[in-house]
């Protein structure tokens, strides 16, 4: 029953390198959202697409990129991870209708530690 | 720009009794919704309750409310009869619905950590 999968819980990159986050939802959803989460700052959001090929920065998008190829998979890139990149790292997706509830259906998180 | 504010980092409450998360949010958009979610420590984010700005009446989802106050821009959510698993995050979150381009993205506060004593 699995809806959004993050390719990764837990992952410990070293400074300098090239990190991939990958994110799939089976929902058939257009808007797909990276955020990331740090104690005492909430979820800030980095990136998000709204169809496929189609992208737009956050808050935060200083350090990262994204890829949307296909509907179903959003990636994020830290084309060189740093120390400050250190944070757990949320996909969401959404079917996003004019009010109404429907929110977003979150993936599990990655966990990224920068060495 | 939407801003969301949680000003208590942690709240205590003992079981069974009930406890109020605060949220104040400041937009300039005339239709908007509010959002609660709850992060247990498996990280998990679960969608607790929605409310829009032009309901006139207080969401409600069982033991979850949210007491909607629009001029004062607040977004309360009350759980009543607090259960061990209630401790958690707790995380407040707006939506622009003006249309437009915001595609549906939330804005979030900074949350809130329950601890429900026994």
């Known amino acids: 029953d699995v809806k959004v999968t993050q390719s990764s819980r837990y992952l410990v990159k070293r400074t300098g390198e090239k990190v991939f986050l990958e994110c799939v939802q089976d929902?058939?959803?257009?808007?797909m959202f990276w955020y990331r989460q740090d104690p005492g700052l909430g979820l800030r959001l980095i990136y998000f697409?709204?169809?496929?090929?189609?992208?737009e920065k956050g808050d935060i998008p200083e350090g990262y990129s994204v890829s949307r190829e296909k509907k179903e998979r959003f990636s994020l890139i830290l084309e060189s991870a740093s120390t400050n990149q250190t944070s757990m790292y949320l996909c969401?997706?959404?079917?996003?209708?004019?009010?109404?509830?429907?929110?977003?259906?979150f993936g599990s998180g990655t966990r990224l530690t920068v060495v | 720009a939407q801003k969301i504010t949680q000003t208590q980092p942690g709240m205590f409450v003992q079981e069974k009794e009930a406890v109020t998360l605060d949220c104040t949010y400041d937009?300039?958009?005339?239709?908007?919704?509010l959002f609660w979610y709850k992060q247990p420590s498996s990280g998990e984010m679960i969608f607790l309750i929605y409310?829009?700005?032009?309901?006139?009446q207080n969401a409600t989802e069982g033991r979850y409310s949210l007491n909607f106050q629009k001029a004062r821009k607040s977004a309360n959510l009350v759980i009543s009869a607090s259960q061990l698993g209630d401790s958690a995050m707790y995380f407040c979150?707006?939506?622009?619905?003006?249309?437009?381009?915001?595609?549906?993205?939330?804005?979030f506060g900074q949350g809130t950590i329950l601890t429900v004593h026994p």
């Open positions: 409310q829009g700005s032009y309901d006139e």
């Open positions: 969401a997706s959404s079917l996003y209708i004019s009010g109404g509830d429907y929110g977003y259906t």
């Open positions: 979150a707006m939506r622009d619905e003006d249309g437009g381009t915001s595609y549906g993205k939330l804005t």
């Open positions: 929902m058939d959803h257009e808007n």
């Open positions: 937009t300039s958009d005339q239709s908007y919704g």
């Open positions: 697409s709204y169809d496929v090929k189609m992208k």
